[in-house]
């Protein structure tokens, strides 16, 4: 029935049937692979692990707690239902007060309360997707464009430029530096759109960063605001992961900056959050624009009738937040877990040779696989992540999705399974690397052990690996045995 | 420094529709405390059943409390982003459209998209069907809220199919063409039809004429239709509602081409009156624009919460089909009020069987007939007169002295008030005007 519209594609816009959704992309494949092969602990233990999804599922139990504690969040409970008509009526695209006002306090204590957030300025969004897409909209004309450092989270691709027609421009990072952005690099990207007649509009910086899971120290974040102050353009940053940071250095927002740098185009910041990394919210769509420029504010503030928050949503929000109690415990432990269970993978991964680079935030660990490559190409490195996905059973991301510009590297997950997954994955991790490297009776050696243990055949490992490729000389985290 | 988009008025907020809002806030109506206050006539919502609503939920405690599975529903729901909408609730919404159309059209949940809310659904639409530049033809009057939905960001153009009150606005295949050739004049390239059905601002139904028209119309044109029938549970008396679907169903074209080519628009914001929770939906035929329109609705999805709200609400027929039934009786009675009201006092209403308001011709009104003197009366209604009515021009009607007036945001006593300052309004003006 369908061929009539195929046969007339022209009657659908250029945006319904070209690729800008980017779910072509190989970040998408491994999560179909994974749909159709779901890892289940007992129903289907030779399943794909879903290492793909950077979701915060590490402290629920504290977020159900609170929920069981305070029946009145919910519109639906005979504590709540009197509110029930008033909320559901409630359409004014400023949203509830009460929700802006815990979500401004809220963002204040992710940054220890060293920077106040103005409830005002507070714009609703349809999750950071919308609150991102809306942003494009509102700095840029079709055909400008946004620089984006490298490797960044593919979503941006979609968010930004789909049906906004804005552009992305790389300005790209290295492995040599560990990933760092660089004034060269920024400076460089800009010339190249310069002499490519692209008007820049603005940069966007992700921190945390979402693939490396690294944060921006406050000379970085100095000079990206120096740069873009002096080339008159746009500074959005993404703090979707800013409550993740679980060990030292401390996270700096790009708003404490702002506070600091009297002379700096305040007009000019935009910062992009949601509760779906944080707080581990994804389905309840809870995303913010936050903006220092006041006609930005008022244009977010209609363009957000395209994906306002359920009032339902934003009331539950609005008394979950205003729990102080509750939510510097959430913090504080949410935090601590990531950094376990960081920890455990890196550590892991480290065993056999893996190295990946150092990080103190995200949800995910960005791993050094370069060694395993046949060649240091792209074709390889999607080689190598089919046989992870479809042998080792791991959706894990490849770093070409993320326009990483040196093949090898992949992105793992952690925080979206329990912990014994997590040894099913890392065990799983032990096994493919020592069946490629190791050979049979090394291998065979290892089926014998437990997937827990701490083994000294993975030293032997070690000692086989050539000393070119020994993660012992790299910047990464340190093999312990 | 910033986009065009932010700096151009396409957002449509100046428009008289949103002003006399703005003046409601200013100086809202509360019987105890600002009884003198301006009266919201302009807001078109559904509050006459929040108490059946209501009672359902105290009586329906546990399926709708998150501490199921010991608050592990919580963590489903917090976790559930997949856009292609929840499975249960997607049934359910798919039921209750076939519900409220009689069952004569069914409607296969794999087919719907959700989103956040119709505006959300309505600017997908045109992203997927239109290039900026192109049109949509749509029938005067309308919805002021299309400016922006279909055109802010999209840069989708409107041109309007003109209608007149010597036949109460009904749709004619002379103004269908006059459009079309009007848009040829302009150089736009029309991509479809964008009709409302029930009607808003008017309220009616479109007859099965209406609805031939416009399918041989998009077929000989080879244009898409899309169908906005947000108001379609608000349906109280006859003639019954006839979807887009049903109309197309009885030509029996489900194996040509206009079958991919027509698409459906709903919320439960007017049937139910939740307009709070952003529940939004398209309904298409065509596999190609199903995928499209998901991928797209990454920016406006459905909070997960209200998902499972309404799978529950809705998956209790019994309740929805009392709802659906008690719900059009309480409409149609606040109807007959407010008519009963105006007509005593020389005021026409357009005869409608939907919606949550009236059209009422106050061209006697009038000091001379023309848009300037529709503005001056409107202000004189504002704020001499106390009710934010709005102005047909703010629907782009083509003729001045035509206002919109909803009667389902209020008590019974409000209304009565309404109609009270209605009287005055009529009282103070010349003996021969109505």
Redesign the interface.
Known sequence: MDHMLRNEENLLSKIATNDGHGENSAYFDGWKAYDADPYHPTKNPNGVIQMGLAENQLAFDLVQEWVRNNPKASICTAEGVDDFKDIAIYQDYHGLPEFRNAVARFMGRVRGNRVRFDPDRIVMSGGATGAQETLAFCLADPGDAFLVPTPYYPGNDRDLTWRTGVRLLHVVCESSNDFKITRHALESAYNKAQEANIRVKGLLLNNPSNPLGTVLDREALTDSLAFTNDKNIHLICDEIYSATVFSQPDFISIAEIAQENVNCRRDMIHIVYSLSKDLGFPGFRVGVVYSYNDTVVNCARKMSSFGLVSTQTQRLIALMLSDDVFVDKFLSESVKRLGTRHGFLSRGLAQVGIGSLNSNAGLYCWMDLRRLLKEPTFEAEMELWRVIINEVKLNVSPGASFHCSEPGWFRVCFANMDDETMRVALGRIHKFVAQKKGGEASSRRQCRRSKLEISLSFRRLDEIMSPHHSPMSSPMVRART | ???????CKS?G?DSSYFLGWQEYEKNPHDPVRNPSGIIQLGLA?N?LS?DL??SW??R??EP????KK???I??E?????DYRGMPVFKKELAEYMAAIRQDRVRFDPNNIVLT??A??AN?ALM??????GEAFLVPTPYYPGFD??LKW?TGVEIVPIQSSSVNNFRIIPSALEEAYQHAQKLHLKV?GLFITNPSNPLGTTLSIHELDHLINFAIDK???IVSDEIYSGTVFDSPRFISIMEAIKKKHL????I???VHIVSSL?KDF???????GMIYF?????IA??T??S?????????QF?LSKILGDKKFTRNYIMENRNRLKNRRKTLVSGLQKYGIRCLDNNAGLFCWIDMRCLLTSYTFEAEMELWRRIIFEYGLNISPGSSFHCPEPGWFRICFSNMSEETLDLAVRRIKALMDSSSPNAC
Request: charged share 20%.
């Open positions: 420094m910033l986009s065009r988009k932010a700096t957002h907020e919502e509050q929040f609503l209501e939920i105290a329906n405690q709708t409390g998150f501490m010991g608050g592990s919580f963590r729901l917090a976790l559930f982003q956040a809310g505006t959300s600017e992203f997927c069907l239109a290039e900026a922006r939905d960001r991509k080879n244009i898409h489900e194996n040509t081409a079958w991919s080519r914001s009156g939740l307009p709070g929770f952003r529940i035929n065509s596999k190609t624009l499209a329109a991928k797209m990454s920016f406006g999805l459905v909070s997960s919460q209200s709200l």
